[in-house]
């Protein structure tokens, strides 16, 4: 089983649109979370951290759930510039390595 | 403040050339990562340094590849000889580090598109 799973998708939405991907990880240890975002032949860049409580920023939310083992990020009011690959990072506790999901794809169309 | 700095942004040369990728962490930061991603693979993790020291290499796909990390400000990977399925996008993160890996996020270098023909 992989560290981390996402469903690559693509997530097809209009403008405006809400949408919300989620993350799956497999070890119960793991204390840091991460959401990135990539643009086409550019470097991941961080989106947003996530932590216990949840946070939020601006039309960005991202939650934790650890009884699921899961992280979601949801994104309100679409923009056609949130159109990227949406990377899940996981830090395991104990372990001194990150492990990236394989990115989910949205494309927010007018 | 700078960023991650790598360099040369793209690389083609033939099979069989030595190929040196160079990296330029963010000052302060301890720790120093090397990745590949290709469509097939998506990103993997190569190498990482803490304090200039490798720590985990497990990574690295054989040995025609190196890493150095020579001081706190600068890092090479080697490819020697290079072969076509080396062709990726590698790119360079660092993280701060003060409290461990531990909820700091990586920041990444923009990447070296490197074509092996």
């Known amino acids: 089983r992989k560290e981390v799973e996402q469903d690559p998708g693509p997530f097809n939405v209009p403008e405006g649109a809400t949408v919300a991907f989620n993350c799956t990880y497999s070890n119960s240890a793991s204390q840091s979370f991460f959401w990135y975002r990539q643009d086409c032949r550019k470097e991941p860049k961080l989106l947003m951290s996530?932590?216990?409580s949840g946070n939020e920023d601006g039309r960005f939310t991202a939650q934790l759930n650890r009884a699921s083992q899961y992280i979601s990020l949801l994104i309100r009011d679409s923009k056609l510039s949130d159109s990227a690959t949406y990377l899940c990072?996981?830090?395991?506790?104990?372990?001194?390595?990150?492990?990236f999901g394989s990115g989910t794809k949205l494309n927010v169309k007018p | 403040d700078a960023g991650v700095i790598q360099s040369p942004r793209h690389e083609v040369t033939e099979m069989g050339q030595e190929v040196t990728l160079r990296c330029k962490p963010i000052s302060g930061h301890d720790y120093l990562f090397w990745y590949r991603q290709t469509m097939m693979r998506g990103l993997e993790l190569l190498i990482y340094?803490?304090?200039?020291?490798?720590?985990?290499d497990s990574g690295m796909p054989e040995d025609r590849f190196s890493a150095k990390m020579p001081n706190a400000s600068f890092s090479t990977l080697k490819i020697q000889p290079s072969e076509p399925r080396d062709s990726a996008v590698y790119f360079c993160a660092s993280l701060e580090g003060d409290r461990g890996l531990t909820y700091q996020p990586q920041h990444f270098g923009d990447g070296t598109r490197l074509s092996i023909l």
């Open positions: 996530v932590y216990s």
């Open positions: 340094f803490n304090n200039n020291v490798p720590i985990d």
């Open positions: 990072v996981v830090n395991p506790s104990g372990f001194n390595k990150f492990y």
